[in-house]
């Protein structure tokens, strides 16, 4: 079975600080997907990024990048020179490839809030 | 521009009474999905669609069901409402090509049951 775990229920950081997020996954698959959402105030899902369990490589995307620690079934969003208007609700959801349903299984989510 | 559209926005229901919570994409997505989310938690999987006709069980089926007529249009259907029902839903859609990797979700249903 699945299971995301973001052990964060809040963050904070300083306008221009690197902001760190954390995230640890259960699954019994070798292919899987790492998707990071952002939930704004509103309620809207932004993706920002993902990251597949065969690339070794770290995702990076403008601002945000990860770093996939495999072994340890864990994964970190990284968010460089954080901005007030990057404040809200950031998820980790995990995707098994095997069956390609595109299926996402959710943490329960960081709400980080960066001050100005 | 991806495109999913959720109506309506909010409903207040009967306990008892029938809700019918639709979706709409303009992706040609073949699968969608139904989420609910509950304060203070992430969204969890209620029901699926590969494609117009089929239907899929999620992590929370219990209490709902689903309808996919057409490639564009997917329902979530609760036959007997129950407070215990009062959440946050979303609908999402996505494709099947690897190539294409996110889902795209709509702006969400608040849904209060009384």
């Known amino acids: 079975a699945q299971r995301v775990t973001q052990v964060q229920p809040t963050g904070s950081s300083q306008w221009g600080e690197e902001v760190t997020l954390d995230c640890s996954y259960e699954?019994?698959?070798?292919?899987?997907?790492i998707f990071w959402y952002r939930q704004l105030f509103s309620g809207e899902m932004v993706f920002l990024i993902y990251q597949p369990s065969f690339d070794t490589q770290n995702q990076r995307s403008g601002r945000y990048s990860v770093v996939f620690q495999k072994s340890f079934k864990s994964i970190s969003l990284v968010i460089s020179a954080s901005q007030p208007e990057d404040s809200g609700t950031y998820f980790c959801a995990l995707s098994e490839l095997i069956t390609n349903t595109g299926k996402l299984t959710f943490g329960d989510g960081t709400v980080l809030t960066v001050k100005p | 521009e991806a495109a999913v559209t959720q109506s309506p926005r909010n409903k207040v229901a009967v306990t008892g009474g029938k809700v019918t919570l639709s979706c709409n994409q303009t992706n040609n997505h073949n699968n969608m999905y139904w989420y609910r989310q509950d304060t203070g938690h992430g969204l969890r999987l209620i029901h699926y669609?590969?494609?117009?006709?089929?239907?899929e069980k999620g992590d929370i089926p219990d209490g709902y069901k689903a309808s996919r007529p057409s490639q564009e249009n997917f329902s979530l259907i609760l036959e007997l409402a129950t407070p215990s029902q009062t959440s946050v839903y979303f609908c999402?859609?996505?494709?099947?090509?690897?190539?294409?990797?996110?889902?795209?979700f709509g702006a969400g249903t608040r849904l209060s049951v009384l």
């Open positions: 699954t019994s698959e070798y292919f899987y997907r």
């Open positions: 669609s590969y494609g117009a006709g089929s239907t």
């Open positions: 999402a859609s996505g494709s099947r090509d690897l190539s294409q990797n996110t889902l795209y």
